[in-house]
């Protein structure tokens, strides 16, 4: 159990029926009034984001969410297939749990795979991703002056915006929770 004056960003709790996780949290204590504490919350489950407040004397009990790296394997429709890379058991789960967090991710590539109380909630890809630029239009020289960007087709199939420099076949960073591009590879 956790009491509410106690939050701290990261902390996942039980909530309403559900997993929440604390993304920012603010201790308030008006002129008037006994204090409470003001946060921002993502339902891990869900994933929806909505603010709520508390009395910081409120007791929740703690949500442990656990994580395991599995190395994704292909698509197959719907269908996302795993492989554990301790145990070499092969799981599939469809395009509802697994949601646009593949979008970056080519095969092979390992990803953590989200748990509460055995049943899968969600799948987290690697934090950086190196893809290569399969479609982008050429740059306009001369066109420096400010940051321009233009759209670019990875090998996954998924677009970003890059620098209007990179050109196909380039080999680009991107930060999968920002979907931008870093740098060159």
């Known amino acids: 159990m956790i009491n ?12 309403k029926n559900s997993v929440y996780m604390v993304l920012d949290f603010l201790h308030v204590k008006p002129g008037k009034g006994s ?13 929806g984001v ?6 910081p004397s409120d007791k929740y009990p703690l949500a442990r969410i656990d994580k395991k790296d599995m190395q994704f394997l292909f698509k197959d429709g719907d269908m996302y297939s795993f492989m554990d890379v301790e145990t070499y058991d092969q799981f599939e789960y469809s395009s509802e749990i697994v949601g646009d967090a593949m979008e970056f991710v080519k095969e092979n590539e390992i990803c953590k795979i989200c748990s509460f109380k055995e049943k899968v909630i969600s799948i987290e890809p690697p934090l950086f991703v190196e893809l290569e630029v399969t479609d982008t239009e050429p740059g306009v020289r001369g066109n420096t002056a400010t940051n321009v960007t ?7 199939g998924a677009t970003i915006k890059v620098p209007i420099f ?3 076949g380039d080999v680009i960073k991107i930060d999968t929770r920002t979907r931008e ?3 060159r590879a």
């Not at 509410?4 to 909530?15: L, N, S």
């Not at 204090?35 to 994933?47: A, E, M, Q, Y």
């Not at 233009?150 to 996954?156: I, L, N």
């Open 50 to 55: 909505v603010e709520d407040t508390f009395n």
């Open 35 to 47: 204090p409470f504490v003001r946060t921002k919350l993502k339902d891990v489950i869900s994933g």
């Open 181 to 183: 591009y870093l740098s």
């Open 4 to 15: 509410a004056g106690d939050f701290r960003k990261g902390i996942t709790f039980e909530y």
């Open 166 to 168: 990179i050109n196909n």
């Open 150 to 156: 233009k759209p670019a087709t990875v090998e996954t």
